[in-house]
């Protein structure tokens, strides 16, 4: 079976990695959020990006799911020490990758062809594209005012109330070469469980209309996200968070809704929404999981 998949970073990767070690690499293509994206030190930072490559190269850290392994700090240490910006924290072998990609941009390159060269490099088979080449800007408005996406994500860590979203750029944006072949040419286009609202929603805002089988993994599990803000952002704008927030959020758009065993007294509910469900174990803790999660996501796919 062909799958498009829709990822944001750490819960869109690990989900990611799962596909990526059942399907062949021509039957998997992971387009993913570049929202967050920003410059930073006179580089050019991709945190998702960065995080379902370093997932699927198998160079990814696995306590925090973002960055590198076996990672060095040195070059952070320094610019601290000498006044410059530390709180985003970029290890020394993370800082190459926006080093060079920073350089290549600065040639005129384009996002996609670069990532293409970074996953050729890194060894990685199947296919990952930026959501656009184009430069799409997250903006947080909160209860302090509009916030860039990281000054609010990292250096704010999600604080502020959020009272709702802009992509800046992303109506000029075309989704990067390979987006909509790869969707065109999908048995099944898959959400994967990352945040509804900074993550996916600036994908599909990118690709438009999908006129295919669209199957999403929700992000909310019991209530809660597993990690990150989605929740919070959830019961913020005043939607009690739960799996049938995230499947009301993609009710338009969804033939399938995977839950969690936890999430079992929601079914009836998605199922009034007009969309097929499986409720399965979906919490991914170990490389194991999230290659069962995916057999589970693509039988149930499979089965629409
Ligand atoms: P970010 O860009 O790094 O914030 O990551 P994503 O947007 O891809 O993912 C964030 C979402 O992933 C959060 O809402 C988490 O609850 C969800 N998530 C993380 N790990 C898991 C997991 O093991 N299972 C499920 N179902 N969701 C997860
Ligand atoms: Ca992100």
Same mark, same amino acid.
């Given at each position: ?119 050729? @490099?890194?060894? +990685? ?6 959501? /656009?080449?184009? =430069?799409?800007?997250? !903006? $947080?408005?909160?209860? *302090? ?42 048995? @099944?286009?898959? +959400? ?6 900074? /993550?996916?929603? =600036?994908?599909?805002? !990118? $690709?438009?209309?999908? *006129? ?93």
């Amino acid at each position: 079976m062909k799958i498009a998949a829709l990822a944001g970073g750490v819960g869109g990767a690990k989900l990611a990695h799962g596909l990526a070690q059942l399907l062949p690499p021509e039957d998997l293509t992971v387009i993913v959020n570049t929202g967050d994206d920003f410059e930073h030190l006179g580089l050019y930072i991709c945190p998702d990006l960065d995080t379902v490559c370093y997932t699927l190269a198998g160079l990814a850290n696995p306590e925090t799911g973002w960055g590198r392994a076996d990672e060095t700090w040195n070059a952070i240490s320094n610019i601290e020490r000498l006044g410059g910006p530390a709180w985003f924290r970029l290890g020394d072998n993370d800082l190459a990758t926006h080093i060079e990609r920073a350089r290549r941009l600065k040639e005129g390159q384009m996002l996609s062809q670069i990532t293409r060269d970074f996953c050729k @490099a890194w060894n +990685i088979g199947h296919t990952i594209l930026p959501m /656009s080449d184009s =430069p799409v800007r997250t !903006i $947080v408005n909160t209860d *302090e005012g509009e916030l860039a996406f990281q000054e609010y994500f990292v250096r704010r860590r999600c604080e502020p109330r959020v009272t709702g979203f802009r992509f800046d750029g992303v109506e000029f944006a075309e989704p990067a070469p390979g987006v909509k072949e790869a969707i065109q040419s999908a048995d @099944a286009v898959m +959400i994967c469980p990352s945040n509804p609202w900074v /993550s996916v929603d =600036p994908i599909l805002k !990118i $690709v438009g209309a999908i *006129e295919k089988k669209v199957v999403a993994v929700s992000p909310i599990i019991a209530g809660r996200t597993v990690k990150g803000p989605a929740a919070k952002m959830y019961a913020e704008l005043g939607v009690e968070p739960s799996a049938l927030a995230v499947a009301n959020h993609y009710r338009s758009i969804l033939r399938g809704f995977v839950l969690d065993n936890a999430d079992l007294k929601y079914e009836p509910q998605v199922k009034e929404l007009n969309i097929m469900t499986l409720t399965t174990d979906t919490l991914m803790n170990d490389v194991e999981d999230r290659a069962r999660l995916a057999r589970a996501a693509l039988d149930f796919a499979g089965s629409l």
